[in-house]
């Protein structure tokens, strides 16, 4: 812990290591079997928090993208300039590996390493997290169309970012976007207008020209996007569309502006259409939106990770503030009432990182109770997880008091940036349907998903009865059973954070975890009441690291 400022004005967090002041992270990552990637997940940590990497992350927030439609000759060009910050900021990113790790290394547990690194990454700069976790979500689509893939893996698998606008060809490494939701249906895709017409066979397969709008076109400077349009004789399909044709030519992909955004604003959104736009199909012609599901599968996982992320650097931030801001007489980290709260913001950013860390490790595996895992337990971590980073982010900014709600701290950003991660991919409505709609395709993935949960809490009786409600809610549904979907999704939420506390958390954090959250008053507010509230805080973050 830093000495008292003079002015009673807590110095900035910097210069400290991300991942060596996270105990839980640490046990994390080497209990899935990833202790060879701890000397450099250290690495990165350090430079994580180095004070370095938090000036770019605000340049790359301040200085926002700018669209320049046409060249001075009046060329359409379609052009996003970043400042150099992003740059720098995506560098790391892809030094790091979020934007191909669990593809270029195949051991199965660099799913948890890739988990660690975007966990971390996010914590300083969320919004170069986008293209990186797309990038990384497509490749198993581009897979389903060999000579494609063959031809881009060695850019898909370099680690340096390459932004310079030329034609593939000519680059050494790539990004991938999606196009999917248009103006007339948002997340309805079914009501997608934009048509693709087959013009031939080419190197890289069947050959369309699209024609069609795109209402949130996720960073249009990506080199390519997978898009979803309709053809004529079967429907949504699948398309790679870069932003280069492969003669060298720029693809008609027409920026009609970028979103202005509430937050991720260091990220560029945009709205486009297509005017005889090439792109080549991947994937089955009519099954495009199971296919492009796929990637959202992926993103979805990261979208977990990343609002626990968010969780951690606001809590680690009202921490390092009430350790370091004194009133009345005592820091405000020791005032009763201020440690209960921070005490239990400890707890919700632990089961955060454990549900989505353990669901990174299981997507390294094909074991039948992990591939349940991954199709029950996505849609509701992301649900989970970033519902509660809106309400966490909320309460750490009111442990700043008045010094949190000003752009020059570092509160804003985290509390602008919190509620995208539940739009994203599907809102807080999809992901619980989607979670009832995994349970009726495969009612054997909750047997065996809530058979473990049941074995972990065997010793625990009031883990044990949620568990058993909730089994009984999914596999005996009710008519109506959509209208309870938010509330049975919360529980499975619930009852695996709960589990994994059981398992991975102290003895302390576990019953403090599940004490308070299942107690039938238990709402929104933090501050439930922990008996440990001080060894909680302890064990939570150490402070005394710095940069290594």
Not at 76 to 81: E, H, L
Not at 136 to 144: D, N
Not at 210 to 234: I, Q, Y
Not at 260 to 286: C, M, P, Q
Request: neutral net charge; glycine residues 8%.
């Amino acid at each position: 812990m830093i000495g008292l400022h003079p002015d009673n004005q807590p110095p900035e967090l910097a210069d400290y290591n991300v991942y060596a002041s996270d105990p839980a992270l640490r046990r994390a990552v080497r209990r899935s079997g990833a202790r060879w990637r701890e000397t450099e997940l250290t690495r990165q940590g350090a430079e994580y928090g180095a004070q370095a990497t938090l000036r770019l992350a605000e340049d790359a927030d301040r200085y926002l993208p700018e669209l320049r439609t046409h060249s001075p000759s009046g060329e359409r060009i379609d052009f996003v300039k970043f400042h150099p910050a992003w740059h720098e900021i995506m560098q790391i990113a892809r030094h790091n590996g979020l934007t191909n790790l669990p593809y270029t290394d195949r051991r199965p547990s660099a799913w948890a390493a890739y988990g660690a690194s975007v966990y971390m990454h996010i914590q300083i700069e969320a919004g170069t997290s986008c293209p990186t976790t797309m990038t990384k979500a497509s490749i198993p689509l581009l897979q389903r169309n060999p000579a494609l893939f063959g031809s881009i893996w060695p850019k898909l698998a370099d680690t340096v970012h390459d932004p310079r606008d030329i034609a593939l060809a000519g680059k050494r490494s790539m990004t991938v976007g999606m196009g999917m939701t248009e103006k007339q249906g948002g997340s309805d895709l079914r009501t997608n207008e934009t048509l693709a017409a087959p013009v031939g066979s080419g190197s890289w397969g069947e050959e369309f020209r699209l024609n069609g709008h795109k209402w949130f076109f996720s960073a249009p400077m990506c080199d390519a996007h997978l898009v979803l349009a309709r053809t004529r004789e079967r429907g949504l399909s699948c398309f790679y569309v870069p932003r280069w044709q492969p003669d060298g030519s720029r693809n008609p992909i027409y920026i009609q502006r970028l979103k202005e955004k509430v937050g991720n604003r260091s990220n560029a959104s945009s709205e486009v259409e297509f005017h005889d736009t090439w792109g080549v199909l991947v994937g089955e012609e009519g099954r495009g939106i199971s296919t492009i599901i796929e990637m959202a599968t992926y993103t979805r996982l990261d979208i977990a990770l990343a609002s626990a992320g968010l969780i951690r650097r606001a809590f680690v931030q009202a921490l390092h503030y009430a350790r370091n801001r004194h009133a009345f007489g005592k820091a405000l980290a020791d005032q009763p009432l201020m440690r209960e709260v921070l005490a239990d913001m400890a707890l919700e950013s632990e089961a955060a990182m454990l549900l989505a860390m353990d669901l990174a490790a299981r997507f390294g595996s094909s074991d039948a109770l992990d591939m349940a895992w991954q199709r029950l337990v996505t849609p509701a971590a992301k649900f989970w997880n970033t519902k509660r980073s809106v309400a966490l982010a909320a309460e750490a900014m009111e442990v700043f008091g008045g010094n949190g709600y000003v752009e020059t701290g570092p509160m804003g950003r985290l509390y602008r940036e919190a509620p995208v991660n539940s739009i994203w991919e599907g809102s807080g409505n999809v992901m619980c349907l989607d979670v009832l709609r995994a349970v009726s395709r495969s009612p054997e993935d909750v047997l065996r998903v809530l058979g473990h949960l049941r074995d972990v809490a065997a010793g625990e009786p009031v883990v044990r009865a949620q568990v058993e409600q909730l089994r009984a809610a999914l596999l005996q549904p009710v008519p109506d059973i959509e209208r309870e979907a938010r509330r049975l999704t919360q529980k499975l939420a619930l009852c695996v954070q709960a589990g994994l506390m059981l398992q991975h958390a102290s003895s302390a954090a576990a019953a403090a975890f599940i004490g308070s959250r299942f107690d039938p008053d238990w709402g929104a507010v933090f501050g439930v009441g922990a008996a440990d509230a001080a060894v909680l805080l302890r064990d939570a973050w150490d402070d005394t690291t710095k940069s290594m």
